[in-house]
């Protein structure tokens, strides 16, 4: 069984698309994130959720909006995708909010052409 | 503020050699730190984890970091390197009472057959 799933694993799409990208763990965690890794393999925080609130919310472009139905799923929305949103972005959770370890998905290679 | 430097962004050893990664910190409270392996096309999984017990951690697959406040260090080693360790290795920060994990660039270890 997959602890943390993301879909899609890769994601090709063109300049001012729109596109989701899904989060499900199974673990029974408070807590989910979304990382953004760049090309340099610079891993960044971007959101975080606790029990289906917004906890952490980094310097992102508003054009990012997460969203949590419940506290097993993040979802993470992007509109008006431009090419430095290339990247490799995961989903990962953690039972409680000090973040004690943390448990990622696979990633969603997001390529913007 | 919380951050992790990671000397040496690549770093390569022989298969049977001893393999050091080295990790300093920066962070205002006793931090919780943190060792994770990103293998090729593969999220983050979890090595060690430090959190505020005892100085010396052992992890998976045979790794261990050691805690040293006076240098503020937290370095990765392994005695002897196997193929299988070839990947990217990242350490990371968490302060106490903080959900968000702050990671270093990340370094690539090549084994050399």
Request: contains cysteine; charged residues 20%; proline residues 4%.
């Amino acid at each position: 069984d997959t602890a943390v799933s993301q879909t899609p694993k890769y994601l090709v799409t063109q300049m001012g698309n729109d596109k989701s990208i899904k989060c499900e763990q199974n673990l029974g965690h408070d807590t989910m994130y979304w990382y953004k890794q760049d090309s340099k393999k610079f891993l960044k925080i971007m959101f975080s959720y606790n029990n289906k609130e917004l906890i952490i919310n980094e310097t992102v472009p508003n054009r990012f909006s997460p969203k949590s139905p419940d506290k097993a799923h993040l979802n993470l929305h992007i509109n008006s995708l431009e090419l430095g949103d290339s990247a490799v972005y995961f989903c990962a959770s953690s039972q409680r909010q000090d973040a004690t370890e943390a448990f990622f998905g696979q990633g969603t290679r997001l390529t913007v052409v | 503020a919380q951050s992790v430097t990671q000397l040496g962004s690549h770093v390569s050893v022989s298969e049977g050699a001893l393999v050091l990664l080295r990790c300093n910190y920066s962070s205002s409270v006793p931090p919780y730190l943190f060792w994770y392996v990103q293998y090729p096309n593969q999220g983050l999984q979890l090595l060690l984890k430090y959190t505020s017990a005892a100085t010396l951690v052992k992890g998976i697959n045979g790794f261990e970091a050691e805690f040293k406040k006076s240098e503020t260090s937290f370095h990765l080693t392994k005695p002897s390197a196997h193929m299988s360790d070839a990947a990217e290795y990242f350490c990371a920060v968490s302060e106490t009472g903080y959900q968000k994990v702050t990671f270093g660039i990340g370094t690539k270890l090549q084994v050399i057959p």
